[in-house]
Each structure stands twice: as C-alpha cells, then as structure tokens.
C-alpha cells in the first residue's frame, strides 16, 4: 500500500472501535469530538509533509530489506545520517503543528526493540526479532501509526513491581497460555494512543528476577478487547468548546493524553516481544528512552521556533521591538533553543551500530539533550511572557471583541503600535498563552519536564555514562601525580 493521505489517514482512524471516556462518558464520535480534533491533526501532518515532494527524504525513507518508500516515522535508522534526519523532521514537525505530534513514540520504540530483541534472541534462543520484524513490516506496509507506552502508573515509588500492595500498579502477565500471554495493568500520558493504530507496549524501569512477569512488551491493535483510555484533562481544553477559534490560540493542533487501561488483554505470541526476560528490560528501558530523549532535540525545539517568532511579533505590535533589553531577551531565546538543536544533533551524529545492524544515538549527550529540556523551555517560555507583558494572561474573549457595545472599547483600549489590528495582536498573545499556559502547555512546557523520562532518570545516565574514571586519569597526568 502507498503511503496513505492525511485524509485516508483519518478516515482509517475512525474506523478503529476504540473504548475512549472523557468526563464520565464514552466518546462516541472522537475523531470530530473538538476537544480531541485538534490532536488528531497533528498527527496527521505526519502523513500530510509526507505527500510533500518537498520533503521527500526527510519525512520518508525506503526500507532496504524490502525496498519500499515507507514514512521516517516506522524508520529503522541505518545510518547517523539516518538519527539526523530524525531530529530535522521532528523540528519542521514542532514548526508547523507547535504541538506534540505522537508518532515519535512508536518510532522510537521499534529501533530500542529492533536492537533489543536481536540481542535476546543471540542470547536465548527465543523468537522476539522475528516477531518484531514481522510486525514492522505489516505497519510499514499499511503506513500505520503506532504508540509506544513505557510509563506504568508505579503506585508507591519506593517498592518494586511486586511489593506494591496492588500488583496491577505495574503492567505485568498474569496468565501464561500455550498460544499467548495475558496482561492486566495500565500506561499512563499516553498521548498518541488515541490517534495510534497500533500500541506498542514497554517496561517502565530496569527488572529484577522477582519482577520477571512484568518484563514484558507487545503490540496491540487499539480495538483490542478489555482495553480503554480515560482522557487527561488539560488546564484550558473545554476553551474549545466556547466556539472561539482566536481564543484557543493554536486551534488547529494539540495533543491529548490518556491512561490506557489493560483490563485482561490477551496477546498472541506473535505479538510478543518480551515476556519475562528480567535482565533485558533495563537495556529496552535505555535504548527507547535515549531515542526518546534524543526526539526532544527536534521536536520541542520546533515548537520554540514558534515560540520565538510569536515573542518577536508582539514586540512588533507592541511597538518596541527596537528596545535593546527586548533584542537582547529574543538573543537568549534563540541561544536556549538552539542549544537544544545542537544537543539533538550531536548525539546523532555520534550515533553507532547495534548488534543487529541498526543504530543508536550517544547516550551520553541524548541524556544531556533531554536534562537541558527540563530547564531551557522554562526559561523560553519566562522571556516570552515577559515580552508580551501582562495582557497574555489578561486579554478580553473574542466575545467582548466581537460585541457590538464593547468592541469598539477592546478595540480602542487594546491598540497599540500603529496600523496593527488588535484581533492580530489577540491572535499572537494567546498562541503565546496556548505554548505557556494552555493546552498546548502540556506538550511544550511541563512535557519537557517530565516527558521521556524525569530528570533525575537522565541524571543517574549521566552518572553511568559520565566515565569519572578516564577523566581522573587525565587530570592526574596533567598534574604529575604518581600514586
Ligand atoms: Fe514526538 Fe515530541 Fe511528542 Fe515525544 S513529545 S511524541 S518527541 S512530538
Ligand atoms: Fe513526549
């Protein structure tokens, strides 16, 4: 099958019967439901900048096993080249959605899996590569979009998987059958779960023996039986439901999270990746989290651009944009952001082969690009409410601006430099509060935080990575030290 269409794409999704809830209820029609729309759509660029012979190569890629133009995002990585050309697209993605647009995460996970499961295989004789391999290609074939769930709920953080006084707190088998496995437990901020065709499923931490059945991982079609999402609710979503478009601030793209509940699914072996194998799920745990770290290098950065370019369209409409602390302020900006992008690009470029032919970003400076994500959108996000000024969060609705008694006072006491309209300036004040504070906050400033791992889980790789050891070693050369 060719690549699909952003349309066929969509249509392809609402065909999937999938359980989802929201305020107590089930959602009967999500792929027009407003509130859910505008993640769907930022998937759907995926598909879109793939038709774009523009973009040809950089949002695509031909599979060398089987020859095959496929889309980057089901893309096993064969080259540095190939882990560069995955932070570009993921930076033109965040540009033109200013949004998570969820199909990194299924990227991400075959390559951890691809490599993982040759090297259990070599080891243990088991199957896991060829299963995967299998898979790939019917998601490759079909142009599908797949989620990759790592993150389990975790209950109380200071016992293992087994101790918690509820097993389920972690996913884990909990049947063992000649012709599958069982699984019983939950994922949870799963943003691209509802647009996913397909979920792929990981362990959340490194397993000890003890935690075997919860070394588990498997594919799973979204209409699987005894599987439901429970949607997050975010601090703006229902401003979609007040029928302004300008009040939204991005209305076209988001994203949505979901706690996607294992209620007994039961999963073909086929679709098996790992079941037990207690001593690789540090080395999937890794693998995907590095790949994931090494995406934010892209995609957080693209919505920075957007960030920036709103910052320096309200210093224009406010009429300062001559102000050298403003300058200066949009200097720093672009500084932060970049660095990001210098960090995303250097961890791929310092790629390397797996055993299984694919290749793996420096773990080391994925880790550094993701730790300085937890802190550079803040202080991104700092300078460009402090550009805008007060009035991002304190602006009339488009209601009051539209009214015909006090639009003209919206209008007279809103204007500011000359010839600019206020509904512009309206326009770029709540795209800026959307990034800073509203829906799209989730994705860009509290995601940075916590998504692909919180930063204390890039501070212990950084530890492990960091070679303390070697660098002793020269300082001890350097300062004639005999010991
Ligand atoms: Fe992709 Fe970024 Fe969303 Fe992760 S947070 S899925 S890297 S867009
Ligand atoms: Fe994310």
Not at 2 to 26: C, H, N, P, W
Not at 140 to 158: E, H, I, L, S
Request: glycine share 8%; proline share 4%; aromatic share 8%.
């Amino acid at each position: 099958m060719a690549l699909m269409t952003g349309e066929q794409y969509i249509e392809s999704i609402r065909k999937i019967d999938m359980q989802v809830y929201m305020f107590g209820k089930k959602v009967e029609n999500r792929v027009d439901d407003p509130i859910l729309r505008p993640s769907l759509n930022s998937v759907r660029m995926t598909y879109d900048l793939a038709q774009d012979p523009a973009y040809d190569g950089l949002m695509t890629a031909i599979d060398p096993d089987t020859g095959k133009k496929i889309n980057r995002f089901n893309n096993i990585h064969r080259s540095t080249d190939d882990l560069i050309k995955k932070v570009k697209m993921q930076r033109l993605l965040g540009q033109q959605t200013a949004a998570c647009f969820q199909r990194c995460v299924g990227m991400d996970a075959f390559n951890a899996i691809y490599s993982t499961t040759f090297e259990m295989d070599a080891k243990n004789k088991t199957h896991y590569h060829d299963n995967f391999v299998k898979f790939m290609h019917m998601v490759q074939d079909n142009d599908y979009t797949v989620d990759g769930a790592m993150t389990d709920p975790k209950g109380d953080r200071g016992l293992a998987p087994h101790a918690q006084q509820d097993p389920d707190l972690f996913l884990h088998i909990v049947e063992r059958r000649p012709d599958g496995i069982v699984v019983r437990g939950a994922k949870a901020h799963q943003t691209g779960a509802l647009n996913s065709h397909w979920m792929i499923i990981m362990p959340t931490q490194a397993m000890k023996p003890e935690d075997a059945d919860y070394a588990v991982s498997f594919a799973v079609p979204m209409d699987v039986k005894n599987m439901f999402m429970i949607i997050g609710r975010q601090s703006c979503d229902t401003r979609k439901l007040e029928g302004s478009e300008l009040d939204v601030g991005n209305s076209e793209f988001g994203g949505v999270e979901a706690l996607v509940v294992f209620d007994d699914v039961f999963i073909p072996n086929e679709y098996v990746f790992m079941a037990g194998e207690a001593e690789y799920a540090s080395m999937l745990v890794e693998r995907f989290s590095g790949y994931h770290r090494q995406s934010y290098g892209g995609c957080k950065v693209g919505v920075g651009d957007v960030l920036i370019g709103a910052a320096a369209t309200i210093a224009d409409y406010n009429g300062c944009p001559k102000a050298s602390h403003i300058k200066d302020k949009l200097i720093e900006m672009t500084h932060l952001n970049e660095t990001l992008y210098c960090c995303g690009i250097a961890c791929s470029a310092e790629g390397k082969k797996t055993a299984s032919g694919n290749f793996i970003i420096d773990l080391l400076l994925a880790n550094v690009c993701k730790q300085n994500v937890t802190r550079f959108p803040y202080e991104i996000v700092r300078l460009a409410e402090d550009i805008a000024g007060g009035i991002v969060v304190t602006a009339p609705s488009e209601k009051d601006l539209r009214d015909p008694k006090l639009g003209k006072y919206v209008e007279k006491y809103l204007a500011a430099a000359p010839g600019v309209s206020v509904e512009n300036r309206l326009r770029i004040l709540r795209l800026i509060e959307n990034l800073a504070l509203g829906t799209a906050a989730v994705g860009y400033r509290t995601e940075s935080m916590h998504g692909a791992g919180s930063p204390q889980a890039q501070r212990i790789m950084i530890s492990r990575q960091s070679n303390l050891e070697a660098k002793k070693i020269l300082a001890k050369k350097i300062a004639h030290v005999k010991e």
